[in-house]
């Protein structure tokens, strides 16, 4: 076991599997001789040299476009979009083709691809340095979306995410590269995809959040087993796949539930864990779902703290869920 | 409708042939118009079993079928083929099977793809045929990522990107030529400029004088082409592969071809066409040019064309008759390779 940072979880895990499997490349902006604006990719370079870590021009289709290309041939291309932001030039070959060419193709041409983008906001980065937009990729079929929120979930996701023989979009919680620090263990570890983790037992309500919302969570929780409510907090890990039994297990025995995510409540990723919820955990709830999430307005620059979720808001949604019903 | 014009020779010797295109140079041609006629047959069949709601949608490749048959004649069997929407007799003469192409085109069970795209969309990997979207340009960036793949791994083969005169307007089209040329990626850009995207013309997509013309500021060479003229497909296609395989970069080539029917099944063009550009375009049939040519250097006359037609007119009616015969996808075909089959549990 080694203590690492998220980023440096994350940087460790594209090295050793670079180091494990010569199809395995990177490539993105910056990535190279820089060592990605967050470092990332910092030290791979000077190791494995041009042709495994590549600087692309700046286009994000670009990127993409070629990546699902080396796939076809049989690398396994990690993709990193600089910001989850920019990733928007890029959607048309995420969705419409790396989501799609398995399917369409009858199994001929898998794509085997990796992207990795920071996401979230918290580091003063305004509207296109912030964005939670996990939801419309997790509404495309065919693509897995992965957030890890510690740094071994961070190697042990990404590792699986390499392996992985479909297109995975890897969000990174970029508030808490470095915020975050935990043990790492060395060599590889895979952590599966589809298992949420309970990083909180607990009897009298659930939190279920993902990434940077985890740390706020958690706190939440703290604050609430001071006045006594036993609270349960669940990090999904995988978007897609979803551990759905895990979410409906959890609020069969707790009767209670908040959601918590950065991104803007309408049509966010809740919303499919509330229907969730309400299909198959109806007669559990003892209280309405509680949403802890952005706004729905464009991310704000010196606003940030008022629109991100915080443990404040957690707790104030955990109360309103406890004493209802 | 006014009269057929007569059809534009092609200009060629056969020692101006055995110098573009070597001592093979007849045998190439007859296969080439073999392939054509195929093409030819199956497009009209096709439009036909369309109207008569056999299948649900065609794209018509009449009028671009030099390309397409010189581009499969021209690469090698490990060299990758990124298609768009008429392309599909580069995988047919680089040996797809007709029958599996007609399953496709039924949307059948026996489809590879198990009916899940529109016709005309197939993917054929035993020759190197890649899956298409219907998204213009998407492929662009596929080819060269693919192409600078195998310079990584020093594999001598190089991708064919297809595309469209629409799609040299598409963003996909520049990053792909201009990271292409960053890269040196082995890979032939074909552009097929057949003067229409659905009924926007050409001069309506760019003010460049020539699509080829835009390969100048990416850093690659740039041809414009006659792509009605098989022979200078196939020679100005040989010249830029060549390049890419040695190593020396991509190029783009312009194909100038005429759409000759409507953009697809679901197209009326007179409502944008004008008849002029049909008599330009009968006059410059690539079939009619290859077929005027093998007669003049007395490879085909009328019982062997004939004879050429009613065996494609035969394969064509066996596969048809095959493919309609065959069921349609069964209902648990939907979620099969949405993603791959899960892996069995490890060992404990």
Redesign the interface.
């Known amino acids: 076991m080694t203590e690492l940072t998220l980023v440096q979880a994350i940087n460790r895990g594209l090295g050793e599997a670079m180091r494990a499997d010569p199809d395995v490349?990177v490539l993105g902006e910056d990535v190279g001789i820089n060592g990605g604006v967050f470092r990332a990719t910092e030290g791979l370079f000077k190791e494995f040299g041009g042709?495994r870590v590549i600087d692309?021009?700046l286009?994000e289709?670009?990127i993409?476009?070629?990546?699902?290309?080396?796939?076809?041939?049989?690398?396994k291309?990690i993709a990193e979009i600089q910001f989850l932001d920019f990733i928007y030039?890029a959607f048309?070959?995420i969705v419409?083709?790396l989501a799609?060419?398995?399917?369409?193709?009858?199994?001929?041409?898998?794509c085997h691809v990796v992207i990795r983008s920071p996401y979230g906001g918290g580091i003063k980065g305004g509207l296109y340095h912030s964005q939670s937009s996990e939801a419309y990729f997790a509404h495309t079929?065919?693509l897995?979306v992965v957030i890890p929120s510690t740094p071994a979930d961070a190697k042990g996701l990404l590792t699986t995410a390499i392996h992985?023989?479909?297109p995975v979009l890897f969000l990174e919680p970029k508030r808490i590269y470095r915020a975050v620090t935990g043990e790492v263990p060395e060599g590889e570890n895979r952590v599966p995809f589809g298992e949420a983790r309970v990083a909180r037992a607990g009897d009298d309500l659930t939190i279920f959040a993902y990434g940077a919302m985890m740390p706020p969570s958690l706190t939440a929780a703290e604050t609430l087993a001071a006045e006594g409510k036993s609270v349960e907090v669940i990090d999904l890990r995988t978007l897609v796949p979803l551990d759905e039994r895990a979410v409906v297990a959890s609020v069969e025995k707790t009767g209670r539930a908040v959601i918590v995510h950065e991104a803007p409540r309408f049509c966010g990723f809740g919303a499919e864990l509330a229907a969730i919820l309400a299909e198959k955990a109806f007669f559990s709830l003892k209280s309405p779902v509680q949403r802890v999430t952005g706004y729905d307005t464009p991310f704000p620059y010196a606003l940030e703290n008022l629109y991100l979720p915080n443990a404040e808001r957690i707790v104030h949604a955990a109360r309103a869920s406890l004493s209802a019903g | 409708m006014t009269e057929a014009p007569a059809v534009v020779p092609l200009d060629y010797t056969a020692e101006s042939l055995e110098g573009l295109l070597g001592p093979e140079w007849s045998p190439t041609l007859v296969n080439a118009f073999r392939w054509m006629t195929l093409a030819r047959v199956l497009d009209g069949r096709m439009l036909a079993l369309q109207r008569q709601g056999r299948i649900g949608f065609y794209g018509p490749a009449t009028g671009q079928e030099a390309v397409s048959v010189g581009a499969a004649l021209s690469i090698g069997p490990d060299d990758w083929v990124f298609p768009g929407l008429r392309e599909q007799l580069v995988a047919l003469a680089r040996g797809h099977s007709l029958t599996t192409y007609l399953h496709h085109l039924f949307a059948n069970d026996l489809?590879?793809?198990?009916g899940?795209?529109m016709p005309c969309?197939p993917?054929a990997?035993e020759v190197r045929y890649?899956?298409m979207?219907s998204?213009i340009g998407?492929q662009?960036?596929?080819?060269?990522?693919?192409?600078?793949?195998?310079k990584?791994?020093r594999d001598p083969s190089v991708?064919l990107a297809f595309f469209g005169d629409g799609a040299t307007s598409a963003?996909?089209f520049h990053?792909?030529a201009?990271?292409a040329a960053?890269w040196q990626a082995p890979v032939v850009f074909c552009c097929t400029n057949n003067q229409w995207a659905i009924s926007v013309p050409v001069e309506h997509q760019t003010r460049s004088a020539t699509l080829a013309a835009k390969s100048v500021a990416y850093g690659m060479p740039g041809e414009r082409v006659d792509g009605t003229d098989l022979v200078a497909v196939v020679a100005r296609l040989r010249a830029a592969i060549a390049v890419a395989r040695s190593g020396a970069g991509p190029s783009l080539l312009e194909f100038v071809v005429y759409r000759m029917t409507p953009h697809s099944s679901s197209d009326d063009p007179t409502r944008y066409q004008s008849p002029e550009f049909l008599l330009e375009a009968r006059a410059h049939d690539p079939y009619l040019r290859t077929e005027a040519l093998l007669r003049t250097l007395g490879l085909a006359d009328d019982a062997q064309t004939t004879a050429w037609r009613e065996e494609s007119d035969a394969a064509v009616r066996a596969a048809i008759e095959t493919a309609e015969a065959a069921p349609p996808p069964s209902p648990d075909s939907m979620r099969?390779?949405?993603?791959?089959p899960a892996p069995p549990p490890a060992p404990s």
């Open positions: 490349l042709d692309t021009p286009s289709t670009g993409v476009g070629a990546a699902i290309g080396m796939a076809l041939y049989g690398l291309p030039p048309d070959q419409s083709e799609k060419f398995r399917f369409r193709s009858g199994g001929q041409y898998p079929a065919g897995k992985d023989p479909d | 489809d590879p793809a198990r899940r795209q969309h993917t990997r890649v899956s979207s998204v998407t662009v960036t596929h080819a060269v990522g693919l192409a600078y793949a195998m990584l791994r991708a963003n996909d990053a792909g201009n990271l960053v099969s390779d949405v993603l791959a």
